[in-house]
């Protein structure tokens, strides 16, 4: 089989880098360029145990929904954890439901 010129100029290189907090891909002359991201997308990552959803977690969904319609495209709910999400806090969920009435 006849190796791809990619793989060729590649010579073992990753394709992709960080250079100076940068993302830059190879390209087929052999040089390194930044990867330019479109605007318009925004994106949501939550921190929280489990990446269970609680109060706080549905507050920043509510106001990045919010943020939509003010010039952007799309927004993308991201995260790279062992969990995605476990589901919601139940025991914090009621708490804050009888604190709101």
């Known amino acids: 089989m006849e190796v791809p010129k990619l ?3 590649a010579d073992g290189r ?3 880098r960080t250079e100076n907090g940068q993302l830059q891909f190879l390209g087929l002359d052999g040089e390194y360029r930044d990867v330019v991201r479109p605007n318009g997308v925004l994106c949501l990552e939550f921190h929280s ?3 269970s959803l609680n109060p706080f977690v549905l507050s920043m969904i509510e106001k990045s929904i919010r943020l939509v319609p003010e010039g952007h495209k799309a927004l993308v709910i ?3 954890g062992s969990n995605f999400s476990v589901g919601a806090n139940i025991g ?3 708490v804050a439901m ?3 009435t």
């Open 98 to 100: 009888k604190l709101r």
């Open 14 to 16: 990753p394709f992709y």
């Open 78 to 80: 991201y995260n790279e």
């Open 7 to 9: 793989l060729e100029i």
């Open 92 to 94: 914090i969920l009621l």
């Open 49 to 51: 145990k489990m990446n």
